[in-house]
Every structure is written in C-alpha cells, then in structure tokens.
C-alpha cells in the first residue's frame, strides 16, 4: 500500500518536469578561447535560472581571431545550422553581413531598435550596423591606449606626452638618462599581424585624415605618408625596438612586465596583466593615457572588442536573439566588467562603483574608449587589412620604402574600392 | 590454364585494390571534382548574396597575371630546391651514423625519431624563438664567437635560411628513418666481402650502399618533394610570410586565398596549379625510375 | 684501431641524438621558467628559479590528458586502417600481374598532391552528410587515406625484395594469396611495415587543419589543435606549452622507443640470413 503511495507521488512530482522539458529549446553560442569562456558559462548560468525552459551550450573555439574565422567559414559555407549565437571580432560585421551569415536583427527588435541603440558607445554600436541593417550587438569593447611608466617619466621630469614628437622626445631623453641596452622607447605591433593594421592607423587618424573617404580610396594625399615618416623617424632615433617586425601584441607587454618599455601602444587586457601578473616588475610604476597625434591634429584611437551575431541557418533564432540581446545588456556588460575585466559597451558601466572597485583605471580608460575609431569597413576587409599589414610591416623591416610600401597599398586595395 | 590463372590474379588484383579505392573515392576523388568545379566559378566578394557564376578559366587567366602568385610559386620552388637535397643529405648523414653497432640502440633511435613526433606546428614556433633576435639560441651562440645578432626574421634571405634550417631539421627525420630502414636491409655479407676484397669505405658507400638504397631514396625523394611542394606549417608559424609577403610559399597563398578571402574560386584555381607542379616535378621522378628499372631487367 | 673505432661510434651516437633532442630538450627547460625569465638577454638555459606551476595550469587549464587519448585513438585507428588497406593494395601491385600498375601508382601519388586546405570545405560537408562530425570517424578516414600513398609505396618496396618461392612454398601447404600476405610476406618485409605505420602514425599525430574542422568540441580535441587552446588573443604564453607540450610527448617518445626494438628486431634476423 505504501509503495503504491510513493510511487504515485514520485509520479506526481516527475510529471512538471517532464512537461517542461517538452518545451526545452538548446541554445549554443560559439566563443573564442580567449574571451573567457568561463565566464560566459557563469553569464549562461544566470540566464538558464531566468529561463527556465532553456539550455544553453558553450562551444569554445580557437584561441585566435583567424583561428576561430577559419573554423567558422567552413561550417557556415556548408549552412550549418548547429550554432546559434557567435562572437564574433568587430572587424567582421561588414564581412558576414555581405555572406550572408549574420541574421539581421532589426526586424526582431522592432521599435526596441530605437531605444537601444544610443545607449551604447556610439563608435561600436556604429560597428554593428552595415548597409542599414543591425548585423549584431556589442558584447565587450576595446580600444588601444597608451602605456607608459609613470616612475620614469617623473624621475626625468617630463610630462605626459600628447604630440608623437613629444613622445619620441621624450623616449630619447630616458633612453640616454638610463643607459640600458634592453630598454625600448617605443614599442607596438610590428609583426604581419592585425595588431599592425592599427599600427599604422593610429598615426594617420592622428592627422584628421582616414584611409577612405566618401567610400573612395583616399591615399594620395600627404598624410597617408606621414605613418611611414613617424616610424622613420623613430628609428633613427633609436626609439623602436630593433626587431620591430618581429613584435606581436604579447611581447610588447612580456617586454614591459619584465621593465624594458617606456612607452607601448597595446589593448585593454595589458593593464591587469602588468599590474597583477605574480612576476611583474612595473606594478604600481603604469600609467594609461590616449594615443598621441601629430602637431595640430586630434587623438584616435582603434576599436576593438567582439560583437553577439546570431546565425543565420540557426534553428531557434527568436530565443537566440531574446539571448544575444540580455547578454548585450549593461546588466551582463557589468557582470563582464567585474568577473573579466572586460572594458563595457556602455558609458554607463565605468562610472558603477562596484565595477571601478574591480578596475580602478576604467575611470581613465572611458575617455580613450569614446575616441575610438573604426578600421576601414568592408565586405572584404581581410584583404584590406592583408594589404595595410603587409606593407606596414615590409616598412619597418626595412624591405619597402614609403613610396614603395604606400604604391603597394594602393594598387591592392584599388580593386576592392571601385 | 596460364589463362584461367591470368584472368583470376587480375581479380583478385582488383578484389585488393577496391577498399583503397573505395576510401580513396570518398575522401579524395569527390572534394577534389568540387575543387576542380569551384574553380571554374567566382564570386564577387563585394557582393557575395549574388550568388557564384561560372568564370571558365578566368581564375587560372587571372593567376597568370598575379604577381604575388609568381613571387610565392618562386618561394615554394627555392624551398623546394633548397630543402629536399639538403634533407636527403642530412638524412642519409643521420642514418648512417644511427646504423652503427650501439650498445645502448634507443637514446640514438629516439634522437633521430623526435623530430618526427614534434606536432610541425610547434617545431615551427620553436625555431622561431630559436632565430629571435633578442633572445634567441642562434644569436646567443653567434655571439660567443663574436658575430653582432642578426635580425633573422626581419631579413627576406635571412629568414630564408632559417625557415630552411627548420624544415630541413624537422624532414631530415623522416628521410633518416626511410634510409635506415632501408639500410638494415643490407646484408653485412656483402660489406665482409667488399672489404675482403680490400675496398675502401668510400667505395663500399658507392658500391654497395648507394645502389641497394636507391629504391628507399626514390621513395623518400618523391613524398619529400610532394610535401617541400605543400610547405606551409612552418613559414606560417616563422614569420606568417614576412617580412611583407616574401616568404610566403604557395600553400600559404592558398590558405590566405581560401579561408581568409573566402576567394573559394580563385583558392582552388591555384590549388588545381599546385596539383599541376607536383604532377610535373614527380612526373621526371617516375621516368627516371623506369628507364632504370628497365636497365636493371636487362 | 679499436679506440678510435669506438670513438666514432660514441661520436655518431652523440650527433644523432643531440640533433634530435635540442629542442625537446629545450622545450623541457622553458617549462620550468616564468615568462619573464624567457626574455632575459642574455638568455638563460638552465632555469634560474625553476617552477612547476606550469604544469600544474597545463593540467588545469584544459583537459590534456583527454586530449592525449583522442590523439592516440585516431591515429592509432587511421593507421591501422592505412596499413591493412595498404598491404592489400601493394601485395597486388608487386605481386600480381595487372594490367596499368604504373596508372595505379601515379593516380596513388596523385592522391597526395593536393593541398589539405582546398579540399577542407567538400570534406566537412560530407561528413556533416554521413553524420559523422564530432565522431573519431570523422579524422580517422581522412587520415587512413592522407597515409595510404606513403604507405603502399613503402611497404610495395619492401614487399619486392622478398623472392616469391617463399609464399608458393606457403600456398602449396594450402595457404590462400592473401593468408601469405599476412603469414609470410608482412613478417619477412617487417621493418619496411613498421615504417609505414610510423609514418602513418606520426602523420595524423601531427595533422592541425582537419582536427580543427571536423572536432568542434572540446571533449573531442585532439592534441595538436587542444595545446593551441593554451594560446592567447595575443599571447602566446610558451612556459604553458612547452609544459603542456613535454607532457604530449613523453608517451610518444616511450611508444617510439619500444616501437623501434621491433624494428630492429625484425631485421637483423633478415639480415643474417642474408
């Protein structure tokens, strides 16, 4: 008799949950090995408590931007529909929007579309938005600033520099004060790398003028030199490392962790690893400030950071954007802030208490931020940036000239630009 | 009855062959007629929603123009050059010296087997810190004998030299393992008898070494050349085809082509002409082969 | 006479293995080194303040061992596949009379010579087809064939300087053509077998680009894509790796050294006899 009892009301208690589960939808987003995986698994967690009848899945990918490109190009160009949500790098909206793989969004946000949109820092929700159409919303951003040791600037008295000149100026001056053969002025990405791109847009946004204009080619003109001249000069001033077309982004921070940089242009992520690595010798020593311009011209900075798309042969595509939009709120841009230190998509988030208590220097690191700027837009933009990197990196190792590297740039980005 | 023999070997040839041409059908025979087909069609990447449009032979037109194809079909060829005789060399060295009586035979087996179990990828990131200008090995050891560092990887030739040295280390392994399999083949009878005769080691190397060796160094030779002709773990792991594109072999080009540019038409077009090169580089192999073979059957 | 002999057998064992060692040996040194320590100029070979925190992340940060098993799984099976498929294929192309074997062989090498990248696409949409990504199938096809030219021709090679009486000695005791094959020929043609299945191994041990694509999830890495993991954006941290990477190839180096007796072992019976 008391079985029967137990049994009916296990059964009783059983039929809810087998109910729900009828309704279950799967989601899975696609992440890069390196955008904290673990934290978005923590960041699915609290949605899957709010959403009870869904699951969602973390695939993790390779650990680089290209890595993680090549595997995705080859699902998607068969139509697989197996993910839901990607993250994907902001130089890609253009790209996936002209392949198709990004599903729109504004039919799905409606009028919401209007209401959300201005919240976000302007440069990256700008990012998102190809042709007219939203093509995918921010998740985290980022931006490259200037690193620089504080310590040795104050020991020779020099301010922090503005103008490039006065950078340079000021490297020399440490340089011959500190007599140390293994510290370097100067030190950004030199290597064929992405990083490089912006290694050559920094300086050329610095003098008012871009790579494009009004959709045409715009390099004829002086200031499409002066990136070629300022690292010239650079060089012969000593400034630069002497195997600057060997850096990546990483050594530039190994080399500054370690004492031997003055001054580094490199991404959000460098100030937690040089202030808090276990071996770091500059902790304390790191000041952060905006890229220097050229006399008479406005500090820019690169936009970097990684954007929600939803695919396009998903399944489940309106919970996939109900998903990508509440993981696109300040709500998770805060938990982000606090759990990875990612820089937020909303001006908002840096001045929250709990989020400057995490990352005292976001109080510094927002006016970089709203400086940012776009890396030239284009369906094609792998070959844009193949072409800018590659030259930018024949130039400093010294195999092109400024009129040899500037007439390559040219004639390839030509026929991506008719 | 030689007939009936005849007609049931020839089946039963056929019987063996099938599982390999069935696996062969399957992973090789049918993405390859995809390639050949997409490399008939292109797609305007500005606008890729229009769809692919059958181009002819405009992808392979259009190679014939390229320069950057021309410089990294160049780079391919002196790697080519460079590496396959240099590995053979290294290689025929290694198993000389690893066919000697040891008494302990692993240490020497597993030194000349490592270089083989290295994934390419990371013996590629390993010799790139190798040639590091600031802290790597190779400069370190220039400057004990006092030659200033060199900036290898920022130099066209110098980086060269040293994504040469790397696949020569990381082949050489594979060649040392092809020839000394084929060495211990040799039966020491033949050495005894040579040096009864009172040859030198020189000409025992010529006489008897070289000869029974030639079908293992035909062998090497060729997949060694089909893959220096493939090359691209180890500049792309090296310098990523810097500086600027001069090291850039034509896998490398490929690669970019296809899954960075998503160019699937041109991509194959050039993966079609790679094919083309091995076919004509393995091609002069394969004659050499016969018109000896048919010289050892008279 | 006999000193000097020794020497050169001493000084070839040293040249041999320091070649092949270096950069393993190298490799085991960054693992005990902090970062910062890589970059000291001068450089440093023995580390200063050796740590094992290394391995310890090594082993935390993702599933090594896992990985290591999927690794030895795949290319274990693929090269069993390869050498079975490819004994077949070269006992009938050495031993039985047909009619094209050149054709046979050149379309066999033909096989081998298109790049891996552009046939990346077709491949993963016909594993998506039959059902089979994610599935140790989806690599170990693949790589049976990538193998199979090398390997035929290696063990056809080999399987040609072994006289035939010996297997019609068999077949009159009854024996079929292909129970020779697999009693008679394979034994006598040992080394050049296990050759081949070196080479088949180490090959899919080695391969990136396919494990990449065919094996989305983690659980299903295979080594050689699953050290990349370690990687960064931007970094690429080589203290981590090079743990990571000695932990990998440890148990190669012990397969490879047992494997290597049998090699030998095969072969100086041969050669005696010779």
């Known amino acids: 008799m008391r079985l029967i009892f137990i049994a009916l009301t296990v059964a009783a208690l059983a039929l809810p949950a087998s109910a729900q589960q009828q309704q279950q939808t799967t989601l899975r987003i696609f992440t890069g090995g390196q955008q904290r995986p673990d934290v978005m698994r923590k960041i699915a967690d609290e949605y899957q408590k709010k959403n009870p009848n869904v699951k969602i899945e973390v695939e993790v990918g390779g650990a680089t931007s290209e890595a993680q490109q090549q595997y995705l190009t080859t699902v998607l160009s068969s139509k697989d529909s197996a993910l839901d949500v990607i993250l994907i790098d902001v130089i890609r909206p253009a790209q996936w929007a002209a392949q198709g793989w990004a599903e729109p969004l504004d039919a799905y946000l409606g009028s919401d579309k209007a209401k959300i949109l201005p919240a976000y820092l302007k440069a990256y929700a700008d990012a998102d938005q190809v042709g007219g159409k939203l093509v995918a919303l921010p998740y985290f951003a980022d931006a490259q600033f200037l690193y620089y040791r504080k310590d040795l600037l104050d020991k020779y008295k020099r301010p922090v520099p503005k103008s490039w000149d006065e950078m340079m100026e000021t490297a020399r001056v440490i340089l011959d004060g500190e007599k140390n053969p293994q510290l370097q002025g100067f030190s950004t990405a030199g290597a064929p790398i992405e990083g490089t791109v912006c290694t050559y847009l920094v300086p050329l946004w610095g003098t008012g003028s871009d790579i494009v204009k009004d959709g045409r080619l715009n390099l004829d003109t002086v200031e499409a030199r002066q990136p070629f001249q300022l690292y010239g000069r650079m060089k012969q001033a000593g400034v630069l490392p002497k195997n600057i077309a060997e850096i990546p982004t990483d050594r530039i921070r190994v080399d500054f962790q370690a004492g031997n940089v003055v001054f580094a242009q490199n991404w959000g992520y460098f100030w937690n690893r040089v202030e808090n690595d276990a071996d770091t010798k500059v902790k304390g020593k790191v000041g952060v400030t905006i890229l220097p311009h050229d006399q008479g011209g406005k500090s820019a900075t690169c936009i970097g950071g990684w954007q929600l798309a939803v695919s396009a042969y998903s399944k489940n595509k309106q919970e996939a954007v109900k998903f990508a939009r509440w993981l696109s709120s300040p709500e998770v841009s805060k938990m982000q802030a606090v759990l990875a230190s990612h820089l937020p998509v909303f001006p908002s988030v840096y001045r929250d208490p709990e989020v400057l208590a995490a990352n005292p220097w976001f109080a510094d690191a927002l006016p970089v931020v709203e400086t940012a700027k776009s890396r030239p837009v284009s369906a094609q933009y792998p070959q844009v940036s193949d072409a800018i990197r590659s030259n930018m990196n024949a130039y400093l190792a010294g195999t092109k000239t400024t009129d040899g590297a500037l007439a390559d740039m040219k004639s390839r980005l030509k026929p991506l630009y008719k | 009855m030689t007939a009936r023999k005849d007609l049931s070997e020839r089946a039963l040839g056929v019987l063996l062959l099938t599982p390999a041409a069935l696996l062969l059908a399957a992973i090789v025979v049918y993405p390859v007629a995809t390639l050949l087909w997409t490399s008939l069609t292109g797609v305007d990447n500005a606008n890729p929603g229009a769809g692919e449009k059958f181009v002819g032979f405009d992808n392979y037109l259009r190679a014939f123009d390229d320069d950057r194809f021309w410089h990294s079909l160049w780079q391919t060829v002196v790697y080519v050059a460079v590496t396959v005789p240099a590995a053979l060399l290294v290689g025929l060295g290694l198993a000389l010296l690893a066919n000697r009586p040891f008494r302990m035979k692993w240490p020497v087996r597993l030194g000349l087997l490592l270089p083989w179990a290295l994934p390419l990828v990371f013996a590629g990131l390993i010799f790139r810190w190798f040639f590091e200008y600031q802290t790597g090995v190779v400069n370190d050891l220039l400057a004990t004998v006092g030659i200033a560092p060199q900036n290898w990887l920022s130099d066209p030739t110098l980086a060269t030299v040293a994504i040469c040295t790397a696949i020569v280390w990381k082949a050489s392994s594979f060649m040392a393992l092809m020839l000394l399999a084929g060495l211990q083949t040799i039966p020491r009878s033949l050495y005894e008898a040579a040096e009864v005769d009172g040859a030198t080691a020189w000409q025992q190397f010529v006489e008897i070494t070289l000869p029974m060796l030639r079908p293992a160094i035909f062998v090497a030779l060729i997949f060694r050349t089909i893959t220096a002709i493939q090359t691209f773990d180890i500049p792309y792991a090296m310098t990523g085809g810097g500086p600027g594109d001069s090291t850039e072999t034509l896998a490398m080009y490929i690669h970019k082509t296809t899954l960075d540019f998503l160019d699937f038409g041109y991509g194959s077009a050039l993966a079609a002409l790679m094919f083309l090169l091995s076919m004509a580089a393995t091609s002069g192999y394969l004659r050499y082969t016969r018109r000896s073979a048919g010289r050892e059957e008279r | ?274």
């Open chain 3, 1 to 274: 006479m006999n000193l000097n002999r020794r020497a050169v057998v001493w000084l070839s064992a040293v040249i041999v293995a320091v070649n092949g060692f270096f950069p393993a040996v190298w490799m085991l040194l960054t693992s005990f080194k902090t970062e910062t320590e890589l970059i000291r100029s001068p450089i440093t070979y023995l580390p200063i303040a050796p740590t094992l925190a290394n391995y310890v992340t090594a082993f935390t940060a993702q599933p090594i061992l896992r990985f290591m098993a999927n690794s030895v799984i795949v290319a274990g099976l693929s090269t069993l596949l390869c050498i079975v498929i490819g004994a077949l294929a070269a006992y009938a192309l050495t031993r039985l009379r047909m009619p094209h074997r050149n054709l046979v062989m050149s379309l066999l090498l033909a096989v081998a010579m298109f790049p891996l990248i552009s046939l990346m696409v077709p491949l993963f949409k016909l594993m998506r087809e039959l059902g089979l990504l994610n599935t140790y199938f989806a690599l170990i096809m693949p790589y049976a064939v990538l193998s199979l030219p090398v390997c035929t021709l290696v063990m056809a090679a080999f399987f040609q300087d072994i006289p035939p009486d010996l297997e019609a000695a068999a077949m009159v005791d009854g024996c079929s053509r292909v129970g020779a094959l697999f009693r008679v020929v394979m034994p006598l043609a040992a080394p050049g077998v296990f050759t081949a299945a070196i080479l088949a191994f180490v090959n899919a041990w080695d391969e990136f680009l396919l494990a990449l694509t065919m094996m989305n999830r983690v659980s299903m890495r295979t080594l050689s894509v699953g050290i990349t993991l370690y990687q960064g954006e931007f970094a690429f941290p080589w203290p981590l790796i090079s743990a990571a990477l000695v932990v990998a190839i440890v148990p190669i180096c012990i397969l490879i050294a047992v494997f290597q007796e049998r090699v030998v072992g095969g072969l100086t019976a041969g050669g005696v006899k010779g």
